[in-house]
């Protein structure tokens, strides 16, 4: 059974419109059984890549009063950008429309200010998190797609034994590493692992 009960305190009179950003038959499926559970009337399923009936025609179909609540599955439906989801709530709450998403636990029709901002914030937070790593992601496969070596780069045997021969000949940690283009720790990690090594060896 479907657990997103929000009936009686959603006026069941009220048109409701459903929206995702790509049409997803699970995720238009988990919206169908909402409004279902609910006792709701759907007037329209919008998505962004339907050419007929996308976020455009919705804001149209608003306009002409033919939807008073909008639901989403989750707020990445509505946007990826966390900007651009705040920035529509903020348009629907000027045309006075009211927004449910239902796994972020935000619903304007029966939470006050207060709840549904402190929710808000707390979807906005996991909406960053998404954006943040879908763009590391997408930085990630461009590189390799460059043939860009991912990750720290690897320091040849040479560099540490022209390290190591360095100091021997009395040249400090620091300037050793600027000579050879490494950090003094470095440095000084390769030659404490040397004479460690030598202490072992005698």
Known sequence: MFQHKIHPVL??????????????????EKLRKFVLANDLEVVG????????????KLIHDIHEN???VVIVYELNQLHNKPDHAIKTIEQFSKLKIDFISIKDQLNTTTQGKLVFSLNLIK???????????????????AAEAKGKKLGRPRISKNIKAKAIKLREQGRSYRATGVELGIDEKTVRNWIRESNQQNNENN
């Not at 006026?11 to 238009?28: P, R």
């Not at 399923?45 to 455009?56: I, K, L, P, R």
């Open 11 to 28: 006026d069941i009179t009220k048109k409701v419109a459903i929206y995702s950003s790509a049409y997803n038959d699970a995720e238009i």
């Open 123 to 141: 979807a906005i937070e996991v909406l960053k998190q998404e954006h943040k790593a879908t763009l590391i992601k997408a930085g990630l496969a």
């Open 45 to 56: 399923e919008y998505s962004a890549d339907n050419e007929t009936n996308n976020f455009h």
């Open 66 to 68: 033919k939807a008073e």
